[in-house]
């Protein structure tokens, strides 16, 4: 599986942005397939997922009202539409996949195999 992440950019706070991450890949029903992000001195964190096959989705706390994760399956293509973007929203901002959902569990970094390259969301405030 191969992801690569596109739509980052700089906005003014209140603003919104769509992110897109192209996956390759034949199978893809029963993967995960989420957004980090890694602002400047922090770790990278868990932003969204949504499995692939039904598109049951999963949020952080700091985004969640803000952030929608959709995936669309003839494209292969994941999409995080950001509205309402805020400062602290400023990272760098990757897609990932795992072959399996996780149900009930605390998504991690760590927890993911296959990632795409960064893509800068910068918010001025």
């Known amino acids: 599986v191969q992801l690569q992440a596109s739509g980052g950019g700089l906005v003014q706070a209140g603003s919104s942005l769509r992110l897109a991450c192209a996956v390759s890949?034949?199978?893809?029903?029963?993967?995960?397939v989420g957004w980090f992000r890694q602002g400047p001195g922090k770790e990278r964190e868990f932003v969204a997922v949504i499995r692939w096959g039904t598109g049951m989705t999963n949020y952080a706390a700091s985004v969640k009202g803000r952030f929608t994760i959709s995936r669309d399956r003839a494209e292969k293509t994941a999409y995080l539409q950001m509205n309402n973007l805020k400062p602290e929203d400023t990272a760098v901002y990757y897609c990932?996949?795992?072959?399996?959902?996780?149900?009930?569990?605390?998504?991690?970094?760590?927890?993911?195999?296959?990632w795409g390259q960064g893509t800068q969301v910068t918010v001025s405030s």
């Open positions: 990932a996949a795992r072959p399996r959902w996780m149900v009930g569990g605390v998504w991690s970094s760590a927890d993911f195999g296959f």
């Open positions: 890949g034949d199978t893809l029903n029963n993967f995960a």
